[in-house]
């Protein structure tokens, strides 16, 4: 069990440390979406990078996102820009606020035919009123 635990912190250690190389051009929409859940980087106000993992999903083609009050969604209020993780590699997006509240049913829509039962279990409130802060990213 002892084993299974400290491997466990090494790979969580992994995920957030060390030199990751930034990519430039497109990722396919597929590419992300296939995804259960994956990275992203902002930069905190001292500098410090911030590696979170969460739930995306793709909406016309762009990747979208939610969150509730958090660190991470600070730092886009901040800074615009943001790194999605994959295969060991940045790719970098601007991310647009978006306050519509019909595209942020759209993007509770979405979200809710990826995950199915997840999403309805542990966001049961109207759809468009399940996080207080949603955005596209743009690359």
């Known amino acids: ?8 912190f090494l790979l969580t250690l992994s995920c957030a440390s060390g030199s990751i190389p930034v ?5 396919a929409p597929e590419t992300i979406d296939e995804r259960w859940s994956l990275h992203v980087v902002t930069v905190d106000a001292d500098g410090d990078e911030r590696v979170t ?24 209020q901040r ?7 994959l295969s060991g590699t940045d790719r970098v997006y601007r991310a647009e606020l978006v306050t519509d509240p019909s595209q ?3 993007i509770d829509e979405v979200f809710l035919e990826k995950y199915g039962l997840w999403e309805r279990v542990l966001f049961s409130q ?14």
């Not at 800074?79 to 993780?85: A, G, K, Y």
């Open 23 to 27: 990519a430039s051009g497109p990722v």
């Open 79 to 85: 800074d615009p820009t943001i790194r999605i993780r």
């Open 126 to 139: 109207e759809r468009g009123e399940t996080h207080t802060n949603y955005a596209r990213l743009r690359q």
């Open 53 to 76: 993992r969460i739930w995306i999903a793709v909406l016309d083609g762009d990747p979208i996102l939610r969150t509730g009050e958090s660190r991470w969604w600070e730092n886009l």
């Open 104 to 106: 942020q049913v759209r």
């Open 1 to 8: 069990m002892k084993t299974l635990v400290g491997l466990a």
